[in-house]
Each structure stands twice: as structure tokens, then as C-alpha cells.
């Protein structure tokens, strides 16, 4: 029942793309995607709705496929402070929210 | 956006005991959620806590062992009794604030965790 995430672990120089899935073996509603640094609370990053709504992040892109139960998360252009482990949350109930494997993300200069 | 407060942050205590954890918001809510955190891991939601109701337990979590309190809208506590070394872990509480964006799903708001050791 729990999100997996792919990869499970990235390394990037500044300036380059990254690409993280979430793929559900359930039907998606929505998909939240949050990052957590290490030793800190998650924060939110973006929600994406079922019919292609999404709120959140300017700066930080995302797709949500409903057919194929998938959302992705894109980084473009990163920056140090991206570096940390991102979750996809996919609800399964009124407003609760079951995470995914993760994805720790690092950024070198 | 909602401002989340927890105590205590960390605490190392002995197998056998119990610990109460508190989690404060600078608002009113209507659903506060627990979370747990085991090093190096994904959070795995415990239990949603509604003011005025029982809380509701996710599967593999039980009230004797995590019972929980909402006594009022901006306050929940979370006890994690008869402690053993696999109750290591990180605690979370989060909240989703009401009328937070148009309607629908919104983003939860998360405390900064109670960090705890169980030898």
C-alpha cells in the first residue's frame, strides 16, 4: 500500500536536473510531495489533483499520471539547498496521508 | 500557515516506562495526526485525533500501546507505553489548518519531532 519512490537515493552537481517517481498501487486522488532535511520537520513542496490541478511550489515542477498511478517530481536547475530526502503522500482517507519510500537527494558544488 | 510546538524534543529512557509527548499548535484545528519516524525511514502514520472523538488508529497501532488525548483545538498528547529498544524512534505531529487554500487537499503542517531512545 505504500508509495514506492525511484530512485531511492540521488547525487547531483548544482545546476543539474533530477527526476523522482511515485508510483501507487492504488488508485491516486492526489498526490502531496513534501522534502525533509536532515533533523527537521517535512515540508510541504506541492499537491497535485486528480483533473490536473496542482498548488504549491513555483520553483519546483511536478506530473501526476492517474491512468498509470504516478507522479513525478521535477528539480530542475538545483541548488545546494535542495539537497535532503523528498516523500510523495498519497491520501487514504479524509486527509490522511500514507508516504512513500523516499528519496534522499544530495547537491554538491 | 500553522506554527507547531512539541515537547520534549528528545528524551532517552528505559525499557518498561512510558513517556507522554505534547504537541501544541498556534491555532485551532480540527485533525491532528501522529506520526512515527524510525531512523533512515519513511513516516508511518499512528493515529488522526479529533477533538471530542476517539482518536483512529492506523492498522498495526493500538490504544493500549500509543493512547492519545485531544482535549481542546490546539493540543494533543501522544503516550508510547511500556517502552521496549523498537519504540526508537522519531514522533511527529501534524495538522492540516482549516481553510487553508480553496477546499480539498492541502498541505499538513509538521512539528519538529520528539527524537526518542529507548535502552
Known amino acids: 500500500q505504500q508509495p514506492v519512490q525511484s530512485p531511492q537515493a540521488v547525487i547531483l552537481r548544482e545546476g543539474e536536473d533530477a527526476v523522482i517517481n511515485c508510483s501507487s498501487s492504488?488508485?491516486?486522488?492526489?498526490v502531496h510531495w513534501y522534502r525533509q532535511k536532515h533533523g527537521e520537520a517535512p515540508v510541504f513542496l506541492m499537491i497535485?489533483?486528480?483533473?490536473?490541478e496542482q498548488k504549491g511550489h513555483d520553483k519546483i515542477s511536478a506530473s501526476f499520471n492517474e491512468k498509470k498511478q504516478q507522479s513525478s517530481l521535477y528539480l530542475t536547475a538545483s541548488q545546494l539547498s535542495y539537497s535532503g530526502t523528498y516523500f510523495c503522500?498519497?491520501?487514504?482517507?479524509?486527509?490522511?496521508?500514507?508516504f512513500g519510500t523516499g528519496t534522499r537527494l544530495q547537491v554538491f558544488p | 500557515s500553522a506554527v507547531i510546538s512539541q515537547k520534549p524534543s528528545r528524551d532517552i529512557c528505559q525499557r518498561g516506562t512510558s513517556l507522554t509527548i505534547q504537541c501544541q499548535v498556534d491555532?485551532?484545528?480540527?485533525?491532528m495526526f501522529w506520526y512515527r519516524q524510525q531512523p533512515g525511514q519513511s513516516l508511518t502514520l499512528i493515529a488522526t485525533?479529533?477533538?471530542?472523538?476517539?482518536?483512529?488508529?492506523e492498522s498495526g497501532f493500538v490504544i493500549d500501546k500509543f493512547p492519545i488525548s485531544r482535549p481542546n483545538l490546539t493540543f494533543s498528547t501522544l503516550t508510547v507505553s511500556n517502552m521496549s529498544p523498537e519504540d526508537s524512534s522519531i514522533y511527529l505531529c501534524?495538522?492540516?489548518?482549516?481553510?487553508f487554500g480553496a477546499g480539498g487537499p492541502d498541505e499538513q503542517f509538521f512539528g519538529p519531532g520528539t527524537r526518542l531512545t529507548v535502552l
Open positions: 485525533a479529533n477533538q471530542g472523538s476517539e482518536a483512529t488508529y
Open positions: 501534524s495538522v492540516e489548518p482549516p481553510g
Open positions: 503522500g498519497t491520501e487514504i482517507g479524509t486527509d490522511k496521508l500514507i
Open positions: 497535485l489533483l486528480k483533473g490536473g
Open positions: 492504488k488508485a491516486l486522488y492526489s
Open positions: 491555532s485551532q484545528v480540527t485533525m
